[in-house]
Nanobody, 124 residues
Framework: QVQLVESGGGLVQAGGSLRLSCAAS????????MGWFRQAPGKERELTAA????????YYADSVKGRFTISRDNAKQVVYLQMNSLKPEDTAVYYC?????????????????WGQGTQVTVSS
């Protein structure tokens, strides 16, 4: 069982930065692929970034590539999402999630555990 708690959301002006954190409970955090998803009003939830258990591989959606960075600290059991050059279209609720496999990490159904989400609002 893994419990996930996100933090770090808030209101920021376009061009600004935020760092989201996702703290995990449980003894096997390092086994899990971690993903950051987001859902904007009226839109489907989408994967923005993911990272393997070791941190050796990462994935970014085209919309955030070059602006967002995902990282993890397995000793602290935390995964981060550093968001730079934020745009109004980045406004969404951001969720972290945990999956056991990397090969299908773009599929939401592969994620067994989800956090409650944290709101990010980017003003123009």
């Amino acid at each position: 069982q893994v419990q996930l708690v996100e933090s770090g959301g808030g209101l920021v002006q376009a061009g600004g930065s935020l760092r989201l954190s996702c703290a995990a409970s449980g003894r096997t955090f390092g086994r899990y692929v971690m993903g950051w998803f987001r859902q904007a009003p009226g839109k489907e939830r989408e994967l923005t970034a993911a990272i393997t258990g070791s941190g050796g591989n990462t994935y970014y959606a085209d919309s955030v590539k070059g602006r967002f960075t995902i990282s993890r600290d397995n000793a602290k059991q935390v995964v981060y999402l550093q968001m730079n050059s934020l745009k109004p279209e980045d406004t969404a609720v951001y969720y972290c999630a945990a999956a056991l496999t990397w090969t299908r990490m773009r599929e939401q159904s592969e994620y067994n555990y989800w956090g409650q989400g944290t709101q990010v609002t980017v003003s123009s």
